[in-house]
């Protein structure tokens, strides 16, 4: 999608990051800021792969579902106003996938975010380079918590790589991978990205997403995962009922026997009784 700029009236250089982001101002996107050809680079002309798109698909409608649930909003390639120290002007750009708390979303600044993605271009540098470099160091000029980058093709052995931001440093420091290979965001407390192992890579798919410990699914995989949870509960429940009724039916046995040893001592006094009566001593 097209850059949109807008210069403030008096040209100034700023040095920390309060200073240089004072004149980024939440203006309004206009509607031709929302045309374009969704995930199209202007600049390079050239379209997302089909593993950037199934990606960016996958990943996108899980994180909007950690979005609902935490209280947050999700865009994707969506305008977001971003401050250029070099050129003192605010411009438009647009993230792959990106979380903020703000809920109105109409005049966004990356200022407001908490976390951003980039699925990473590889066919072209110039365009690896924009999204590995560039786009990072736009967001950690603007104090973005973490930004992340997913590279998205199978017969690439990389995978994910997760910056936090320092705001001692003001860079963005970049995290390895954990042993069980999730990483844990601080921004968005519960979330984790799990990296699959190499041998499970498929197109567009090298990541697990989970939230608060769940994992979360998508479309089929998660009505096929929801009706086996449903069906393994039904098993445990009849599990269960069946247990209680042989339980019941052990209860009321004993009881049973137990009535009836009653009943039989009840008898054998009856019977001594009366031989007692007969002078008939046992």
Not at 206 to 225: I, N
């Amino acid at each position: 999608m097209a850059s949109l700029a807008i210069s403030p009236p008096e040209p100034r250089l700023y040095t920390d990051r309060d200073a240089r982001l004072a004149h980024l101002i939440p203006i309004p996107h206009s509607p031709e800021s929302m045309d374009g050809i969704p995930y199209y680079d202007e600049e390079f002309d050239m379209a997302a792969s089909h593993a950037h798109r199934k990606t960016i698909y996958f990943l996108g409608a899980l994180l909007d579902r950690v979005a609902e649930r935490a209280g947050l909003q999700g865009v994707s390639d969506y305008p977001i106003w971003y401050w250029f120290p070099d050129r003192d002007e605010q411009r438009i750009l647009y993230p792959d996938y990106a979380l903020t708390a703000n809920p109105d979303i109409r005049a966004l600044t990356a200022k407001e975010l908490l976390f951003a993605l980039e699925v990473v271009t590889t066919s072209r540098r110039a365009k690896e380079l924009k999204d590995t470099v560039r786009m990072r160091e736009h967001n950690r000029l603007h104090g973005v918590a973490e930004f992340v980058l997913v590279y998205p093709e199978p017969d690439d052995d990389r995978s994910v790589v997760w910056y936090r931001y320092d705001t001692r440093t003001d860079q963005y420091q970049p995290l390895p991978l954990p042993p069980d290979r999730r990483y844990r965001s601080q921004a968005i407390p519960g979330l984790e990205i799990e990296v699959r192992e190499p041998g499970e890579w498929t197109e567009g798919r090298k990541v697990r997403v989970h939230y608060r410990g769940e994992e979360l699914r998508e479309g089929a995989a998660e009505e096929q995962a929801r009706k086996a949870a449903q069906w393994q509960a039904e098993q445990e429940r009849q599990a269960r009922m069946t247990a209680e009724q042989q339980a019941a039916q052990e209860r009321q046995a004993k009881e049973q026997e137990r009535q009836a040893r009653m009943t039989t001592e009840q008898q054998v006094e009856q019977l001594l009784a009366r031989l007692r009566q007969a002078g008939l001593e046992p």
